[in-house]
């Protein structure tokens, strides 16, 4: 498992501490609510130039007793917009920021939980989670991932659990 993901010259996902510092304004626009000062927050950085650093993409993981909560997902169309079309060519070939985002973490996260679990209600980004390894569950915008093998039982006890504390 690396540390960072490296997507291209310009493109590199990473874990990062103190998330609001990079996303908050991005994160205000889009929820209406400032970043989130908890639980782990993944970043794709675009690299304008050597002195332009930008978040593309935000996705929160909220540790959550024995599995993760994926939420808070964001991209930043201005930044990928600002890039040159071979750059933006090349996000879209490889999934998309999002997709890259979730596969990293899925990784880099696997062994600090029984399953990641999201609640998704945007219909592009729901297709996304799909894709990059999340299944329905019996409850609307309820998605789960079990990355790893767990007993029938297990599993329904979990979707339950998650089920049970409502929208995140």
Not at 46 to 63: A, E, N
Not at 69 to 75: Q, R
Not at 140 to 167: M, T, Y
């Amino acid at each position: 498992m690396s540390e960072y993901l490296q997507l291209s010259d310009r493109l590199l996902i990473s874990p990062v501490a103190h998330a609001p510092f990079f996303v908050d304004s991005l994160f205000r626009k889009k929820f209406g609510d400032p970043a989130p000062e908890y639980g782990h927050a993944v970043v794709c950085f675009y690299r304008h130039d050597w002195h332009q650093f930008m978040p593309l993409c935000y996705t929160s993981f909220l540790p959550y007793d024995e599995v993760i909560l994926v939420g808070g997902a964001m991209t930043d169309g201005t930044v990928f917009r600002l890039m040159s079309e071979e750059t933006r060519a090349l996000i879209k070939a490889q999934g998309g920021a999002y997709f890259q985002v979730l596969k990293f973490a899925f990784d880099y996260y696997r062994d600090d939980c029984e399953a990641f679990f999201g609640h998704a209600g945007d219909k592009r980004a729901y297709e996304i989670d799909l894709r990059a390894g999340f299944v329905p569950t019996p409850h609307e915008h309820l998605i789960v991932n079990f990355h790893k093998p767990l007993a029938p039982s297990r599993q329904a006890e979990l979707i339950a659990k998650i089920h049970a504390i409502g929208p995140f």
